[in-house]
């Protein structure tokens, strides 16, 4: 079992930059990939960004150049660093680990981001 305490969402203008930080708890010794979903308003969730233990990275198309995630094993906590963030942005951010094959989620921040 894992527990997943995200932090760092709020209120941007366009443009604006933001960090979200994703602290593990519980077995991490057995954490796997982690990463980033977003859920936003009448829309499916989406993987935004994942990262392997070993630090090799993928990201949705739509925030390459723009987001970057990465991870400090020693502090069992992951970041998306959001920079140059567009209205589309705005979303509830869920961080994941996979632990043993199974999927395991926080309970998500909200990002919002004015135009």
């Known amino acids: 079992q894992v527990q997943l305490v995200e932090s760092g969402g709020g209120l941007v203008q366009a443009g604006g930059s933001l960090k979200l930080s994703c602290a593990a708890s519980g077995s991490i010794s057995s954490i796997g990939l982690m990463g980033w979903d977003r859920q936003a308003p009448g829309k499916q969730r989406e993987s935004v960004a994942t990262?392997?233990?070993?630090?090799?990275?993928t990201y949705l198309d739509s925030v390459v150049g723009r987001f970057t995630i990465s991870r400090d094993n020693a502090k069992n906590t992951v970041y998306l660093q959001m920079n140059n963030l567009k209205p589309e942005d705005t979303a509830i951010y869920y961080c994941?680990?996979?632990?043993?094959?199974?999927?395991?989620w926080g309970q998500g921040t909200q990002v919002t981001v004015s135009s």
């Open positions: 990262i392997t233990p070993s630090g090799l990275t």
């Open positions: 994941v680990a996979s632990l043993l094959g199974n999927l395991n």
